[in-house]
């Protein structure tokens, strides 16, 4: 009994780390690819499918959360005479930590899975195959303007974001919480720094990679049949969540 539970988590680390060196030389197939001008109209498309069709559902992710924060920390502030810190509180907290992390797993969810799901629904019609018989690089035709895509317009939701939660919690503060907005923007000019923005930024970064990176390599590995392209999908989001918030960590520690 004891040698077969162990023998199962043999197998298990095993298999991760087989993913692993799978993902990472995926990924390095990708940058020397890179070195050739990669198609922009496919990029452009992929950025507008991927991101501008996001923005609707990260603005009232993060206008909702800019609210709720407020609503849960001016009036405690409030009693201790310390709301000249209210628009620094919710200025800081959404631009280092939810703002990345919220934009992160929200295109995790959205954009991840339509990567996925294209991909692997290509790979089990056999388009893949067909791209390889004409002598075109699935890599180049399809990686590629993905993952540019993803670098690009995760950190601009994150950019997008904070200023959408930054102003749920303006309006809060003002027409709820009755902290005037001379006190609310005046908190944010004196604390927060622009680095709290960019270290939020450079997150986001990374997150776009992430779900890139986790997006291809399940599509392009996904089993045959129409229930592989599901559980692929299933896998992207819930490992780029996963992976997403082990990666928080990590760079908090590291830009702050």
Known sequence: MLTRFFEAIGRFVIRRFEEF???VLLYVDTLKQLRHMPRMRHVLDQMSRLGVDSL?????????????LTLQTANELIKYGAQSTVGAIIAIGIGRELGP???????AGRVGSAITAEIATMKVTEQID???VMAVSPTDYLIIPRMLACKIVVPILTVFGDVIGVLGGYITAVYYSGISSFTFMHSIHTFVDLYDLTGGMIKAIFFGNVIAVLG???GLHCP???AGVGRATTQTVVTSIIVIFILNALLTFLIY
């Open 224 to 226: 045959d049949g129409a």
């Open 216 to 218: 291809c390599y399940y």
């Open 130 to 132: 067909a791209l390889r």
């Open 21 to 23: 060196g799978t993902m």
């Open 56 to 68: 609707l559902i990260v603005s009232l992710t993060l206008l909702f959360t800019g609210v709720v």
């Open 101 to 107: 992390v919220l934009v992160g797993v929200v295109c």
